[in-house]
């Protein structure tokens, strides 16, 4: 009897060691990985310079970014201040002349320079420009579900010379890169861009230089494109609401507001856009 009564005990042991260890298994797994509660932390970079129509994108994204409760810092050279950097709000200045090749690069790896003693508390840091919209709120869902070290809104290839893009010969042809309107960086792999800053070519334009550099020394590390969430506004001529029908807030994550040369046509455009989207956040 007491025979029994050990075998009962040992038995009754064992199943609540297996049962511990299934639930630690569980807690453990992809399935809790997965769960929707679980934190994407984005720091968000603008390409950003001073002019009228451009001011007036600062306005509109600014509130709405706020309104997402997404750290975003604006970045643009000024030559009237002294020192390297100046931060003032949300409006990052740093010394320098506003050029287009080598100065939006230049300008792009002093503002990773700046937030590199924070990268720590961010999971992703997000280079966007003044005239792009990111619903951060869909993007964080999709690096949830399928997290990445590099990509963007949009991918290119180089099939073609392009001097204006410091295109010059073949050597970056069928290079896949990020687009400059939203790439994304994961927070390590930018600390090890920073490491290989002294290899970053000058000579061609910004994006196109981070996705070379990356290709070259990270070749692990294959761009990942959301092309099928990036809306490229065109010029609807005033008309709301043909806009507002040409585009989904439910889908889309980045929206390219360049339909030309007149820029306040973009502005006006931009804010119908934000609208639509703060609707259904």
Do not use: W
């Amino acid at each position: 009897m007491i025979y029994k009564e050990k075998l009962v005990f040992v038995l009754f042991g064992t199943l609540l060691v297996l049962l511990c260890f299934s639930i630690l298994n569980y807690i453990q797994s992809d399935t809790f990985q997965d769960n929707p509660n679980k934190k994407c932390d984005i720091i968000n970079l603008v390409l950003y310079s001073q002019t009228n129509e451009y001011d007036e994108m600062y306005k509109l994204t600014r509130k709405y970014y706020k309104s997402q409760n997404i750290k975003t810092i604006y970045y643009t050279f000024s030559n009237k201040i002294t020192q390297e950097y100046l931060l003032e709000d949300d409006i990052l200045y740093i010394r320098g002349q506003e050029t287009f090749i080598p100065g939006i690069l230049d300008k792009t790896i002093k503002a990773f320079e700046y937030i590199k003693p924070k990268l720590g508390k961010y999971d992703y840091v997000v280079r966007s420009n003044i005239s792009t919209i990111v619903n951060f709120k869909l993007l964080k869902e999709a690096l949830i579900e399928t997290p990445i070290d590099y990509g963007a809104g949009a991918l290119n290839n180089v099939q073609e010379l392009n001097s204006y893009y410091g295109i010059t010969d073949q050597t970056h042809f069928n290079t896949i890169y990020g687009s400059g309107t939203s790439i994304i960086i994961s927070s390590k792999l930018l600390s090890n861009i920073l490491d290989k800053k002294e290899e970053i070519d000058y000579t061609i334009i910004d994006d196109l230089s981070i996705g070379v550099l990356i290709k070259q020394y990270f070749p692990e590390i294959y761009p990942i494109g959301f092309n099928n969430y990036f809306y490229n506004t065109r010029n609807f001529n005033g008309d709301d609401q043909e806009l507002i029908k040409s585009f989904d807030p439910n889908h889309h994550i980045f929206y390219r507001n360049r339909c030309g040369e007149n820029r306040g046509i973009d502005v006006k455009q931009m804010q119908t856009i934000i609208n639509n989207i703060v609707r259904i956040i």
